[in-house]
């Protein structure tokens, strides 16, 4: 079945590690987003990438990296350097950056203790 | 960066009650879309708008998007108990971003 897969759902990480969400899609959409997602609040952009080995920083890239070496995959680096990490993040595609829906995989819950 | 001011925050309703819940911006929009996300789970789409003043369904849903394309609406008509959740409104700017508002919790009370 066609569909966007972020693994792990879980993830428990020592505080000063750095950690990669994987974030694959099977749909052939160049367009690929990384979001933050607090408790009650909405959902902020991290990174986006409208085409391979080309990425784009959002509104609150500062302690995250990314690459997007393949259409397919676009997995996230949460580094040491972010203040305050636990969070749940959620990946989504598009077909393309412009007037298009995107979809989203399941997410992934991070947790830095 | 863009912001999309959504409301209510919440909303606590009877079932068979209608809902209508918005989102306003200061800039453009080319695409607005809505979601709907349970808890631990990614948004799954519900509607999505193309056209300034377009008005677009689905079931009990309706959604339009707004003339000025500033702003966009979500109707839910006879909410049902699984209506529970959380609702997102999305703008996609001429930039490709694609911006969030904070979210409207819907609770329904059978």
């Known amino acids: 079945d066609g569909g966007i897969t972020q693994s792990p759902k879980y993830l428990f990480r020592k505080e000063g590690q750095n950690v990669t969400l994987s974030c694959e899609q099977n749909?052939?959409?160049?367009?690929m987003y990384w979001y933050r997602q607090d408790p009650g609040q909405g959902l902020r952009l991290i990174y986006y990438?409208?085409?391979?080995?080309?990425?784009q920083k959002g509104d609150i890239a500062e302690g995250y990296s990314v690459s997007r070496e393949k259409k397919e995959s676009f997995p996230l680096t949460v580094t040491s350097a972010q203040k305050n990490p636990t969070a749940f993040y959620l990946c989504?595609?598009?077909?393309?950056?412009?007037?298009?829906?995107?979809?989203f995989g399941q997410g992934t819950r991070l947790t830095v203790v | 960066g863009q912001q999309l001011n959504q409301s209510p925050q919440s909303m606590f309703i009877q079932e068979g009650e209608d809902v209508s819940m918005n989102c306003t911006s200061s800039?453009?929009?080319?695409?607005w879309l809505w979601y709907k996300q349970d808890p631990g789970e990614g948004p799954v789409l519900l509607i999505a708008?193309?056209?300034?003043?377009e008005l677009t369904s689905n079931g009990r849903l309706t959604a339009q998007f707004g003339i000025t394309r500033k702003d966009s609406f979500l109707n839910i008509s006879a909410s049902i108990p699984s209506d529970v959740g959380i609702y997102f409104c999305?703008?996609?700017?001429?930039?490709?971003?694609?911006?969030f508002g904070q979210g409207t919790t819907l609770q329904v009370k059978p």
């Open positions: 989504a595609s598009s077909i393309e950056n412009s007037n298009t829906e995107a979809f």
């Open positions: 749909l052939n959409h160049d367009a």
């Open positions: 990438s409208q085409i391979v080995n080309d990425f």
């Open positions: 800039s453009i929009f080319n695409t």
């Open positions: 708008l193309y056209k300034a003043g």
């Open positions: 999305a703008g996609r700017s001429n930039t490709g971003k694609l911006i």
